[in-house]
């Protein structure tokens, strides 16, 4: 058993910070301050000491062989409360023709808009990109079990899901349509305001324009931003695609990168895993399948899972021996179960 999914802890500080480099975004900056706070507050939603909607869950992907975190996820349980709305940009079309020039026109326009009552969030994915081509399948491991979560406490989240994906952006991380929209209204770099926004986006409802906004008016590179999809999210994208979510017509005010959405009971990820129990373990020979196997803990580290094979009956589950062994599993354990593709 080489690799491990575990709740993160605040020990884990130094390994998340290391991963941080490779995503750098609002929800995962490469700020030891922020990465520190983020792990405080992992640790309080999963042990519960944090009210349901202010929940953040971040899970860790671990390489056992070397002692290394290689991947991290994570679930904000609310994007979007009365303390702390949720900012975007709603993307709409605006024809316009004159008969006397005979001219056509077609406009996309940006209008900024707000949710005090907003989806759940899953954000924050990254896998080291020493370890992006294992055969393991590391990336598809650290994604998919936040669904299986979400699948197992479906209480504690949001009707809607919500994924920002990033945008084309350029190798130094300049984001087009901040240089031609966020700091002529705000007078900050998209460094400085992505960081700044991690903690409170106030300042982009204070200072934003609260009108439409065309898009025929910026610069040809942040026009060629707005809802795309960049290169090292294409496979988060067709993945999202593919189990469920659909491009909601609403992009990040700051870099124009696409918000996808779908309802949590019609993704194929949540209704696919299973709450089940441990029945035994798997019998060489035995008709199995691989999945994605949970179990939770009363404390640290709250929730561990590892891909293995399983066979699913009615009366359980039953886990090859290594895993078994590996998640301390008993007769009776509760679990859950995602078969992976």
């Not at 500080?13 to 995962?28: D, P």
């Not at 087009?176 to 992505?194: I, K, N, Q, V």
Request: aromatic share 8%; net charge negative; glycine share 8%.
């Amino acid at each position: 058993m080489r690799y491990e999914i575990r709740a993160a802890g605040v020990s884990d500080e130094e390994q998340l910070l290391r991963l941080s480099r490779f995503l750098n975004t609002v929800n995962l900056p490469h700020d030891r301050q922020h990465v520190r706070r983020l792990l405080e507050h992992a640790s309080q939603s999963f042990n519960g000491e944090i009210k349901e909607r202010h929940r953040k869950y971040v899970f860790v992907l671990w390489d056992l062989e070397q002692d290394l975190a290689v991947g991290t996820s994570m679930i904000v349980a609310q994007l979007g409360r009365r303390d702390a709305p949720y900012i975007y940009l709603e993307v709409s079309s605006e024809e316009k023709y004159s008969n006397l020039l005979d001219k056509h026109f077609h406009h996309t326009v940006l209008r900024l808009g707000f949710s005090y009552d907003g989806a759940t969030e899953i954000g924050g994915l990254v896998v080291d990109p020493a370890y992006r081509g294992a055969s393991e399948r590391l990336g598809l491991l650290i994604s998919y079990v936040r669904f299986l979560y979400i699948a197992r406490h479906r209480a504690l989240f949001r009707n809607e899901i919500l994924a920002e994906l990033l945008p084309p952006l350029e190798p130094d991380g300049t984001s087009h349509l901040w240089e031609a929209l966020g700091r002529h209204f705000t007078d900050m770099s998209y460094a400085d305001a992505d960081v700044l926004s991690s903690e409170n986006k106030g300042f982009i409802r204070d200072l934003f324009p609260s009108g439409p906004i065309y898009a025929s008016l910026l610069s040809l590179d942040a026009q060629e931003v707005i809802g795309k999809v960049g290169a090292q999210t294409r496979g988060v994208e067709k993945m999202l695609r593919r189990v469920g979510f659909r491009y909601a017509e609403r992009i990040d005010p700051f870099d124009g990168g696409p918000h996808f959405v779908a309802e949590a009971d019609e993704i194929s990820l949540v209704r696919d895993t299973v709450a089940t129990v441990m029945q035994g373990e798997l019998a060489e020979g035995t008709a199995a399948r691989l999945a994605l196997v949970a179990r939770e803990f009363d404390g640290p580290p709250y929730f561990r899972a590892v891909a293995t094979q399983v066979a699913l009956t009615p009366d359980g589950a039953h886990v090859a021996p290594a895993a078994a062994r590996h998640l301390e599993l008993g007769i009776g354990t509760p679990l859950a179960v995602l078969p992976l593709p």
